[in-house]
């Protein structure tokens, strides 16, 4: 009983350490984890997607395909409920509506919100650590080779009106999973490894 | 010995510091105005006075266009945001445009709460059951797509999107790649990054424009710019760099031929005393034309005095004249009193000639002739009866020509034959090539260097700036009206617009709909329990809440009785004022309004279909044609006018000398060194500009002086030579003050310089061969 406790109050004490575990401390993991990424030159993944809107009743769902091109490269294609293709490649984002005949390029910089849902997805494909934390401030915790979950919260006060916040998780260098907050409502991506 | 010396030459310096002193108190008293626009004419058409006035003060002369390129591409953003935040900081500009350009927060508010009155869409069609829910469906298609964020911020309480459309349409697809906040010029090779600035000072103050340009380069220093190199472009910039290179090129000059005159005189005469007595009746001449000019006009536009300045060139050769021609045991009176009638007749032919520019109804023009005509009377008359007495003693004597010099001048006497030959070329080749070029690009009148001008296009192309040439004028008059007449406008263009006849209209109702248009479409907003209740039947079988759409109701309810947004109210949208402020901008009391057309084909059709409007609020202007137009008046006024001038000159020398044909004599070197110029100029591909045709007059001056007092020494052989040799002297000396003008940078200095080296050589080679071949004597 009285070790029973012991061993409760040192894993509350191990908790607490690890939630006040400066953020830095986690720093050769997600280094480690960056790096990994990095190594991958190339994915292709289905995904799932789930978008609940507060003024909605029932969350929207979505499916597609995502493809990664190191060093810049991402294209996110829909296939269903419509059909619709996402490609940034370096500073331009191309937009496609095929069943619309919309086809339209941006630069990214006049797309902030899009930016960085842009590079919260591609600057951890690239590994790019730096990228990543110009534009958010990075929470992480888990290992490199294991389980990882990484909050983001946008650095500036105009990109958090639109998105408040930005989880991934995943296992070793593949991202399985990422949910953004964004004006009252939730965005959550399932990610499967095509073969 | 000393005491002797004072007593010599006091008078002489006395004079001189009299006359520093009286110029130097005129420079202070006088406004000396130094705006191209003011040079012109205030336009004969609606049109043209229109142009004139954007010229002076339009919004187009307080821009400032920035590059900066010499580093890798992310210090060049750096450096972009850098000096945008510097700029915005400093308050003296009304409008910073850079990479970071997007709307504030508070903006957007203000927009957005008034997207119903300001949208176009804002229409009865579009509050119908069928038409909310289309803009339902498409929202919840919208919300399935990428664009799901951007749609969930703004879509419940826009779901007709006019806010999102007004933001498409007023800031519009730029043509400019923006990276890292900064705007890259697109295929720029070197990278180079943009900004454009809008000073707070109208163009016409170019104190302010100055200080802005100083602005610019301090932020830029400032931001630790390394080995980038800043470009800077605009009229406040143009302004500052055309004093600044004719300072330099005319330093360079002075220097220049003041040292070579110096020799020269030295070498001619052994004195240098003759600098200082050629300077008396110049400065007289300087100061009498700047007194009048400044009481006549109330101010002396800076053209006028250069240019001025320039022509009363010639009255250096008076003094020069009055030694060379003394005759041994005649004092300087003496000497002036004998060739008084030649200098007189000179003198007021000279001034005679200047009618042409009195009636060219150029305000320039006119004070240009009033300051020359002026100054060379006072001077003539100063070198008569001042000069003489400042040093009557004077023993300043001209040396002998060297014979290698004289000897081919003898021989070129009496060849009337040879000059009429040289004359007949000139003219052959002025015909071939089509007679003289007039410039009747207006650029060209600008002092600017090419190479700034060329900086310039680059920017402005790069920044897709838009073409201004075909501009529509609206007003003056109330805001209101001035907006009405923008929105008659765009309908009625709207056809040719659609038949591609014009790309597009930047309008001033695009970005403030009139009070009336505000109003109507506050009239065509539904009353609240309609729209809801259209609403939920449009949102029936959507996957909406049935409160969704909460923001929407009670912005359109708002709407309704919100208080029409002006001009005075938009100041709160600053990025929307911004653009706003070129189209519709307060001049005095009443507002002008400004139309720009894009992209136009067909000009006829867009003149026409304005012309067709038949609203006096709506003038067509097209600023190329006009300018051209002005110009081609004046080249015309000035011929008119300069060969009346000729006929009266004419007339003086038939009445003064007694006859036709010794007045043709007189003239014909005159005329032959005109044509032989013109021929020169036309043959080097210089188009005319104002600054040749007052080199032209000078020259017509001079060529009076070396004609007249080459015929007018009936004596010896040896009296002709010495007139030859005075003559020569004055023309080395005009050749060595104004000719290395041709050596300088800025284009109208070079104009000035290329014409009178050519005229001057023309003019006393002509005038040497018009005179008789002496008699041989024993």
């Known amino acids: 009983m009285k070790n029973s406790r012991r061993a409760l109050v040192r894993g509350f004490a191990l908790a607490a350490a690890g939630l006040a575990l400066p953020v830095r401390a986690q720093e050769p993991a997600l280094e480690a984890l960056m790096r990994g990424m990095a190594a991958v030159r190339e994915r292709q993944e289905s995904f799932t997607e789930e978008k609940a809107i507060p003024e909605l009743d029932l969350p929207l769902p979505s499916q597609g395909t995502l493809h990664w091109a190191a060093p810049d490269r991402l294209e996110k294609h829909t296939t269903s409920p419509i059909e619709e293709r996402l490609r940034v490649q370096g500073d331009r984002l191309f937009y496609e509506r095929p069943d619309r005949g919309i086809a339209r390029e941006f630069g990214l910089e006049e797309q902030p919100e899009m930016r960085a849902l842009v590079e919260s997805i591609r600057a951890t494909l690239a590994g790019d650590l730096a990228a990543l934390r110009r534009y958010y401030d990075v929470n992480f915790s888990g290992s490199a080779d294991g389980d990882w979950r990484m909050a983001l919260t946008p650095l500036s006060v105009r990109l958090r009106a639109a998105v408040q916040r930005i989880v991934l998780a995943g296992h070793g260098p593949q991202i399985l999973s990422i949910e953004t907050d964004g004006g009252g409502g939730v965005t959550r991506m399932q990610i499967t490894p095509l073969p | 010995m000393r005491a002797a010396s004072i007593r010599r030459y006091g008078p002489l310096l006395a004079a001189l510091l009299l006359l520093a002193a009286l110029g130097g108190a005129l420079a202070s008293v006088v406004r000396v105005r130094a705006d191209l626009a003011e040079f012109l004419p205030p336009g004969h058409t609606r049109a043209s006075e229109f142009l004139a006035r954007e010229l002076r003060s339009g919004v187009a002369t307080s821009l400032l266009l920035i590059g900066i390129e010499g580093v890798p591409p992310q210090e060049l953003a750096r450096l972009s945001r850098s000096l945008g935040a510097a700029l915005r900081a400093s308050g003296r500009f009304s409008f910073v445009g850079d990479g970071t350009t997007s709307l504030g927060d508070a903006e957007q508010a203000l927009l957005f709460r008034y997207r119903y009155l300001l949208s176009p869409e804002t229409r009865p069609e579009a509050f119908t059951e069928p038409a909310l829910r289309a803009r339902l469906e498409a929202l919840l298609d919208g919300l399935r797509s990428a664009a799901s964020p951007l749609l969930a911020r703004f879509g419940f309480a826009d779901p007709t999107g006019a806010f999102l459309n007004l933001a498409r349409s007023w800031l519009g697809e730029s043509h400019l790649e923006t990276r890292d906040g900064a705007w890259f010029a697109a295929a720029a090779s070197p990278p180079r990054v943009l900004l454009i600035a809008r000073s707070q000072g109208a163009g016409l103050d170019t104190e302010a424009q100055q200080q802005a340009v100083r602005e610019v380069r301090e932020a830029f220093a400032a931001a630790n710019p390394g080995p980038a190199r800043l470009l800077l472009s605009g009229p406040g910039v143009f302004a500052a760099q055309a004093a600044a290179t004719i300072r330099g090129d005319v330093h360079m000059v002075t220097a220049l031929s003041g040292g070579l005159l110096a020799a020269f005189l030295f070498w001619r005469y052994r004195s240098l005393l003759l600098l200082a007595l050629a300077a008396v009746p110049l400065g007289a001449g300087m100061v009498a034309g700047m007194a009048v000019t400044a009481l006549a006009f109330g101010s002396v536009h800076g053209i006028a005095l250069g240019f001025g300045m320039t022509m009363l060139g010639v009255t250096v050769d008076y003094p020069i004249l009055l030694l060379t021609l003394r005759q041994r045991g005649e004092s300087l009176p003496q000497a002036a009193a004998r060739i008084w009638p030649t200098l007189r007749l000179a003198a007021v032919a000279a001034a005679l000639g200047l009618v042409a520019m009195l009636g060219s109804g150029f305000p320039g023009l006119v004070q240009l002739g009033l300051f020359a005509a002026v100054g060379l009377l006072t001077a003539a008359v100063v070198t008569r009866w001042v000069l003489p007495r400042l040093l009557p003693e004077a023993r300043i004597e001209a040396r002998p020509l060297p014979r290698w010099l004289a000897h081919p001048l003898a021989a070129l006497r009496g060849r009337h034959g040879l000059a009429l030959g040289v004359v007949a070329v000139a003219a052959g080749v002025l015909l071939a090539l089509g007679g003289p070029r007039w410039q009747r690009d207006i ?58 006849a014009l790309a597009g209209l930047d309008l001033p109702s695009h970005y403030l709909p009139s009070r009336a248009t505000q109003q109507a479409r506050q009239a065509v907003l539904p009353e609240p329990d309609v729209l809801r209740e259209r609403l939920q039947a449009a949102m029936a079988g959507l996957p909406f809440r049935a409160n969704a759409f909460a923001p929407f109701l009670a912005a359109v309810a708002e709407s309704r009785s919100l208080p029409p947004l002006d001009a005075a109210a938009l100041a709160g949208a600053p990025t929307i004022a911004a653009r706003l402020s070129p189209l519709l901008s307060r001049r005095g009391d009443a507002w002008q309004g400004l139309a720009v057309a894009k992209g136009v084909t067909d000009p006829a059709a867009l003149a026409a279909a304005v012309a067709g409007l038949h609203d006096p609020a709506i003038l067509f202007v097209d600023t190329k044609g006009e300018t051209e137009g002005l110009l081609a008046s004046f080249a015309h006024a000035t011929v008119l006018w300069a060969a009346a001038g000729g006929v009266l000159v004419f007339g003086l020398f038939a009445w003064a000398l007694g006859g036709l044909r010794p007045a043709l004599r007189i003239a014909a070197p005159v005329g032959g060194a005109l044509v032989v110029t013109l021929a020169v100029l036309a043959a080097a591909g210089e188009a005319l500009t104002l600054f040749h045709l007052a080199s032209l007059l000078l020259l017509a001056a001079v060529s009076i002086d070396y004609s007249l007092f080459l015929r007018s020494s009936p004596g010896s052989p040896n009296e002709t030579g010495s007139s030859m040799g005075a003559v020569l002297n004055c023309a080395v000396c005009t050749l060595l003050t104004f000719g290395l003008l041709a050596f300088c940078g800025t284009p109208v200095l070079h104009g000035i310089g290329l014409t009178i080296a050519v005229g001057v050589a023309a003019a006393f080679l002509l005038a040497c061969a018009a005179v008789p071949r002496p008699a041989l004597r024993a």
């Open chain 2, 443 to 500: 650029a060209a009148l600008s002092p600017v260097p090419r190479a700034s001008q060329a900086l310039d296009e680059e920017l402005r192309r790069q920044l897709g700036a838009p073409d201004v040439r075909y501009l529509i004028a609206l007003g003056p008059g109330e805001e209101e009206m001035i907006l009405r007449a923008s929105e008659r406008l765009e309908a009625a263009l709207a056809p040719l617009v659609a038949r591609g």
